[in-house]
């Protein structure tokens, strides 16, 4: 009797057996999997990687090569366009508008096929702060580089025209550089752009200080890193559109 | 009790990411998670079903386009759901 409950039992309930096992283990595994989540991809980690890929197109790399690489051209630009009979200051404004133009275009084109999301009102916050600290570091910037105009012609602070000429103005210069460009970098949670800071302010530094001595050779720098960091920001543009799924909008 | 909604792996990553910003569209979330157009098509549907998302559809030029947004009461399920889950997995 007791046998044939068994037999009875497992030849009717086996299959909810199987479905009711089934269910425990997948519940386990989703658990499990969801502890390994939550340990590795918690949200600060999610947010880091969701706001990171604004910068995995490369185009501030390619901005900022374009505007280094313009530095470094300005001289021989200058002295070409002049030569065709074109005003000298078209060259300070070719470069920066290139820059400009070329990064809309790369996020155009990205946006078009990587999507888009608009930022939380934590992130808008910090990047009204990072605006302000743009805004303030341009002011001092300005401010720094009039000061420095004033003592080289003698109109003011003479005895400080020796040290502001020499070594201290470009180290000012260099440490606002970096201080801003790695100010954007904390608020953008842009992490290569804290190499292109360093990068930069001490490029800013050696050309200022190779200004005596070397003469135009100063401008090799800003070639070679405006070149590298191109390539770079050219090379992650390619790579990314190599990965995306190729579909319009849904 | 655990929501199963946002129990399920897919769905717990499409919720994780539109908590981390204000809205986003269905291309970003796909290119994101990972997921098949159908696959993400799915689990929005059921989401929006929940109240936990909200959906807008309109057009950009000619082409359409589908906003995807964390409602506050989906926002309210996440939290729940990852509090209880930490209280349970005690990390």
């Given at each position: 009797m007791e046998n044939a409950t068994i037999v009875f039992m497992e030849s009717h309930f086996t299959p909810f057996l199987i479905i009711a096992k089934h269910f425990a283990m997948q519940s386990v595994l989703n658990i499990l999997a969801h502890k390994d989540r939550m340990a590795k991809d918690d949200i600060p980690e999610i947010e880091r990687k969701v706001y990171s890929t604004v910068h995995e197109d490369g185009s501030w790399d390619i901005f900022f090569g374009i505007?280094?690489?313009?530095?470094?051209?300005?001289?021989?630009?200058?002295s070409w366009i002049t030569g065709m009979g074109?005003?000298?200051y078209i060259s300070s404004f070719f470069f920066p508008?290139?820059?400009?133009?070329?990064m809309f275009l790369v996020k155009w084109h990205v946006t078009r096929k990587f999507g888009r999301f608009t930022y939380s009102p934590k992130m808008l916050g910090m990047r009204d702060r990072m605006f302000w600290l743009i805004l303030v570091s341009v002011l001092a910037t300005f401010g720094l580089l009039m000061l420095g105009m004033m003592a080289k012609q003698?109109?003011?602070?003479?005895?400080?025209?020796?040290?502001?000429s020499g070594l201290v103005a470009p180290l000012a210069i260099s440490g606002l550089i970096f201080s801003v460009l790695a100010g954007m970098a904390y608020y953008m949670r842009f992490d290569r752009l804290y190499v292109i800071a360093a990068a930069f302010g001490t490029a800013m530094l050696t050309s200022e200080l190779m200004r005596d001595c070397c003469g135009q050779d100063k401008d090799l720098v800003f070639l070679v890193l405006g070149v590298v960091i191109l390539v770079n920001g050219l090379h992650l543009l390619l790579s990314l559109l190599g990965r995306l799924p190729r579909m319009g909008t849904a | 009790m655990i929501d199963k909604l946002v129990h399920e792996p897919a769905r717990y990553q499409i919720m994780a990411h539109l908590y981390v910003v204000e809205s986003a569209d269905f291309l970003f979330i796909m290119t994101q998670t990972g997921l098949t157009f159908g696959n993400l098509s799915s689990h929005i549907s059921k989401l929006e079903r929940a109240g936990y998302v909200e959906v807008e559809k309109g057009f950009e030029g000619k082409k359409p386009k589908t906003m995807l947004r964390l409602t506050g009461e989906g926002r309210k399920a996440f939290d729940g759901y990852r509090e209880k889950m930490r209280e349970m997995l005690e990390l």
């Amino acid at each position: 009797m007791e046998n044939a409950t068994i037999v009875f039992m497992e030849s009717h309930f086996t299959p909810f057996l199987i479905i009711a096992k089934h269910f425990a283990m997948q519940s386990v595994l989703n658990i499990l999997a969801h502890k390994d989540r939550m340990a590795k991809d918690d949200i600060p980690e999610i947010e880091r990687k969701v706001y990171s890929t604004v910068h995995e197109d490369g185009s501030w790399d390619i901005f900022f090569g374009i505007m280094i690489l313009g530095m470094g051209l300005d001289t021989h630009f200058r002295s070409w366009i002049t030569g065709m009979g074109l005003p000298g200051y078209i060259s300070s404004f070719f470069f920066p508008g290139l820059a400009v133009l070329m990064m809309f275009l790369v996020k155009w084109h990205v946006t078009r096929k990587f999507g888009r999301f608009t930022y939380s009102p934590k992130m808008l916050g910090m990047r009204d702060r990072m605006f302000w600290l743009i805004l303030v570091s341009v002011l001092a910037t300005f401010g720094l580089l009039m000061l420095g105009m004033m003592a080289k012609q003698g109109q003011a602070l003479s005895e400080y025209s020796g040290i502001l000429s020499g070594l201290v103005a470009p180290l000012a210069i260099s440490g606002l550089i970096f201080s801003v460009l790695a100010g954007m970098a904390y608020y953008m949670r842009f992490d290569r752009l804290y190499v292109i800071a360093a990068a930069f302010g001490t490029a800013m530094l050696t050309s200022e200080l190779m200004r005596d001595c070397c003469g135009q050779d100063k401008d090799l720098v800003f070639l070679v890193l405006g070149v590298v960091i191109l390539v770079n920001g050219l090379h992650l543009l390619l790579s990314l559109l190599g990965r995306l799924p190729r579909m319009g909008t849904a | 009790m655990i929501d199963k909604l946002v129990h399920e792996p897919a769905r717990y990553q499409i919720m994780a990411h539109l908590y981390v910003v204000e809205s986003a569209d269905f291309l970003f979330i796909m290119t994101q998670t990972g997921l098949t157009f159908g696959n993400l098509s799915s689990h929005i549907s059921k989401l929006e079903r929940a109240g936990y998302v909200e959906v807008e559809k309109g057009f950009e030029g000619k082409k359409p386009k589908t906003m995807l947004r964390l409602t506050g009461e989906g926002r309210k399920a996440f939290d729940g759901y990852r509090e209880k889950m930490r209280e349970m997995l005690e990390l």
